[in-house]
């Protein structure tokens, strides 16, 4: 029989992601609220010890796995053994930082004086003209980051629909950066109370041993 | 109380996603203190859905003396 669930609020921040993505196109200053997407997250980890973003709150993971498993548009395999890596998920998160802090140090010379590049990066690589976009009214440091932080939230969100296609539904939450830095938050933090648990619960065994790790 | 044979087994690699909390009809499976998935043995009655969505494929159903 099937379990009856009650719909939470929470269950509908797969709208907010959607907003987010067309917001950004209409006004690329929409970007900034990608700001919360980053440090909700975070601060879920350092202070509640958690990944509760990732496990209730994601609206991308929620829109995903909607796509994925309501609509069929996944092939629903398990991603390759590389994917799943702890290298691939490190690696991943260090070029993803990297990516971040070039963009960081654009918007830097932005706010030093150099001129505004009216462009949204997709993919890394390419270079999307986005000249519609009215920032004149706002200092051209804002507008800067808006550009930059929109690149890489479409860059995220169009890996991890292509994952969601090739793979199952929520293979984007393997290697996410927000994913990987929160788990290695509650590592830092809950790793030791982790490992005593383990020991003495009446859980699964193989994930006792490796949680602390 | 009657336990299954079988039980899911969580492997380290686990990335504490949370896609096995939402599909367990038991509510067997939790994501212990954002580190890794922990499965109530005396809960898990060895379905396999929790195997079948993870994006990690560390789920695996096994026999139960198998996971101790």
């Given at each position: 029989?099937?379990?009856?669930?009650?719909?939470?609020?929470?269950?509908?921040?797969w709208?907010?992601?959607?907003?987010?993505?067309?917001?950004?196109?209409?006004?690329?200053?929409?970007?900034?609220?990608?700001?919360?997407?980053?440090?909700?997250?975070?601060?879920?980890?350092?202070?509640?010890?958690?990944?509760?973003?990732c496990n209730?709150?994601c609206g991308r993971g929620q829109l995903l796995g909607l796509l994925g498993e309501k609509?069929?548009l996944s092939r629903n395999v398990p991603p390759?053994?590389?994917l799943r890596?702890?290298?691939?998920?490190?690696?991943?998160?260090?070029?993803?930082?990297?990516?971040?802090?070039?963009?960081?140090?654009?918007?830097?010379?932005?706010?030093?004086?150099?001129?505004?590049?009216?462009?949204?990066?997709?993919?890394?690589?390419?270079?999307?003209?986005?000249?519609?976009?009215?920032?004149?009214?706002?200092?051209?440091?804002?507008?800067?980051?808006?550009?930059?932080?929109?690149?890489?939230?479409?860059?995220?969100?169009?890996v991890g629909l292509?994952t969601m296609v090739l793979f199952r539904p929520l293979s984007w939450c393997v290697y996410c950066?927000?994913g990987?830095?929160?788990?290695?938050?509650?590592?830092?933090?809950?790793?030791?109370?982790?490992?005593?648990?383990?020991?003495?619960?009446?859980?699964?065994?193989?994930?006792?041993?490796?949680?602390?790790? | 109380?009657?336990?299954?044979?079988?039980?899911?087994?969580?492997?380290?690699?686990c990335v504490a996603c949370g896609c096995c909390t939402r599909v367990?009809?038991?509510?067997?499976?939790?994501?212990?203190?954002?580190?890794?998935?922990?499965?109530?043995?005396?809960?898990?009655?060895?379905?396999?859905?929790c195997?079948k969505v993870c994006p990690a494929a560390v789920i695996?159903?096994?026999?139960?003396?198998?996971?101790?």
């Amino acid at each position: 029989m099937k379990k009856a669930t009650k719909k939470k609020w929470s269950d509908y921040l797969w709208i907010a992601e959607l907003c987010y993505l067309f917001l950004g196109l209409f006004n690329i200053l929409f970007a900034w609220l990608g700001m919360l997407f980053f440090c909700i997250p975070l601060f879920v980890a350092i202070f509640g010890g958690s990944k509760a973003y990732c496990n209730r709150y994601c609206g991308r993971g929620q829109l995903l796995g909607l796509l994925g498993e309501k609509l069929k548009l996944s092939r629903n395999v398990p991603p390759p053994k590389f994917l799943r890596s702890p290298w691939f998920r490190y690696g991943f998160l260090t070029f993803f930082m990297i990516m971040f802090g070039l963009m960081l140090f654009s918007t830097y010379r932005v706010f030093t004086g150099a001129p505004l590049s009216q462009t949204v990066t997709l993919l890394w690589v390419f270079k999307l003209p986005w000249q519609w976009a009215d920032v004149s009214f706002v200092a051209p440091w804002i507008g800067q980051f808006a550009f930059g932080f929109f690149g890489v939230m479409l860059t995220s969100t169009i890996v991890g629909l292509v994952t969601m296609v090739l793979f199952r539904p929520l293979s984007w939450c393997v290697y996410c950066p927000m994913g990987t830095m929160t788990q290695g938050i509650c590592k830092l933090r809950n790793g030791k109370k982790s490992k005593e648990y383990g020991r003495t619960g009446k859980e699964d065994s193989r994930t006792a041993e490796g949680a602390g790790q | 109380m009657i336990l299954s044979r079988k039980m899911a087994s969580i492997g380290k690699e686990c990335v504490a996603c949370g896609c096995c909390t939402r599909v367990c009809p038991k509510e067997a499976i939790q994501i212990a203190w954002g580190i890794s998935a922990r499965v109530d043995q005396e809960k898990c009655v060895g379905c396999g859905k929790c195997a079948k969505v993870c994006p990690a494929a560390v789920i695996d159903i096994v026999e139960r003396g198998a996971a101790q």
